[in-house]
């Protein structure tokens, strides 16, 4: 891997600080660090190979992103979606936080789709690097994964229904889709388990896996090398090489600059927009899929019918298991894409039929006036909604029910049950202290006129406990007498 | 060193300087790619710091001509709502409306300023007593005696549209002087 030394090494060594000396005796920093930045690339640093170090520069983003988000979001159907509303809209740079995570998202599937044509055009995937491609792969599904459960997290309309569809075509696969719906939604309908369940799978489970496919993907990336241009043999490297560093680096850097700030200036300038609130109930929204999922939507409502478990099961399944089994079909030495006509043509066919529905989705919609008119008005709903100030979500606090029934004489009673200060033993709502018993469900144990007479004639266990005397008059007493009856 | 399979590092410039420069280089990009998303986390991250300035909000005691003719201190329970985050409650808190004649009027908190108990109107002696502790104080708040650092805390108070308004606020306990706890 590092076969010499390199050249600039003992340069450097002489103008390293005291510390960096101290710290390099106690880590071995500097051979660390060697080892990561002198990765020989055989043919040199290209533009084509930043997109695996921008797909990580996003991840890395996503994830900082996402902790963020978590300072203030709940997961369950009650609050999650207040709490993207209080993000969105109360929090400073919430509203952009929430943007650079959400487009983070599409980035990193548009990043896909480029890191995924250079390594088929390249035929990057061949010979000692099949494992790696397998990885790959792994990774594509679990992005996709995160992609779906992110998606249903702020619980508005849009992510509900969308997220309902998407359960809903798992629950086609046959013999196990029932069950796997069944334990991804947590029961039969979409609901506050539906957001723990996403929830954990989004931020425990799936970054897991990813972080473990990660370190695999770029462990079996520096074991078996950088595959180089097309004319690099796959099976034995023999080009000269040049070092990742500074070359690679420079343009990996100037490439993760280029989608910061591209995500960062769309974030600021055309921030995410939150939905009202889902509604479960409301049969007039049409649904529709984060763009990356539409032409799939298309090729289902296509293949609906009869042929829908042959189309919209087993024919993905099967374009997906080709597509990982790439490498192990296409083993030849070739890697110049002219001269591997079947899987390049295959893959521009397959991105080109991706594209064509995704247009054909927009097409249909765009022509059925009512569909039309039904998707303008969610998406005026959705900018309305953003532009509605912030409503905290109501609590009960500590009003109790009774008060809620405002019977005046317990209104009453309730405030001279505070004035009396009997809360500060028998607690807010007679719920009770160390210092006194409860009094809830005192009604059950005493008649009114009993009652009025106990505030008035105490029991040895009252005296005992210390109870102040009640200095009431007979409509105050009647009072306090209902609203102690009243708590229930 | 330099075999034949490796292509030139550099073409031209002493190496020294050619590092330092993209050390330099690496750092402003670096540098900004950073803080392009770490100056709004920050601020994402501290936002509760700055939002408890807005503090509590108004609560309606009740319409101002129901105390024009007060004799004597009354009571009223409020509706004080509480901003938590992105979630509200309503609490109860009783105060006390005391006349100052003319028409005028102060109102004043039940939190005994000793260790919070609800301080009592007592009519027939007309003073405030605390039934924790025996604090008393006189018909407009002020200490007589017992063991409070200070007189009753008086609220702040609007009138709108008719309707007497007071911000609740809760202040520390066993202190002398007034101190309302953020």
Redesign the interface.
Known sequence: MSNTKHPATSETTKANPAWVKWLDRRTGIRSLLHEALDEPIPGGARWAYVFGSGLLYLFLSQIVTGIFLTLYYVPSSDHAHTTVAYISKVVSSGLFVRSVHAYGASAIIILLILHISQTLLYGSYKGRRDLLWLSGCVLLALMLGMAFTGYLLPWDEKSYFASAIGTNLIGEVPLIGPPMQELLRGGMQMGTLTVSRFFVLHVFILPGLLFAFIATHIFLFRKKGAAGPIQEDPYTPKLPTQGFYPRQVAMDMVASLFIVLALALVAHFLPIDLGPRANPADTSYIPRPEWYYVPMFQWLKIVSGRWSLIGGIFLPAFLALLFAAIPFLDRGRERRPWRRPVVVASFVIFIGSYVALGVASHRDDASDPSVASQLALQNQAEINYMHQPFQAQATSGTTSAALATSNPLVTKGATIYEAQSCSACHGENGTGTAAAPALVGIDRKYSADQLAHLLHHFSPKMVQGGMPAVDLDPADTDALVAYLRSLK | ???????P?QQSAP??ER?SF?GA??AI??G??SA??A???I?????PL??TAGGTSWSDVGKMDEFTSLTAPV???I?VE??D??????????VYIVPLGAGKLKVLS?VCPHLG??????D?QGQFV???HGGIFTESGALVHGPPLRAMDSLQTKVENGMLKVRFEYFREQVSDKEPMA
């Open positions: 060193m330099s075999t034949s399979s490796q292509l590092e190496i020294h590092r993209l280089l690496f990009v670096g900004v790619v392009t998303l100056v709004p986390l601020r994402f991250a501290t936002y700055r939002a009571a009223r329970t509706q509480r901003v985050g992105w979630r509200s409650s309503f609490a109860q808190n009783a039940s108990c609800t301080v009592r109107w007592v027939k605390c039934p924790c």
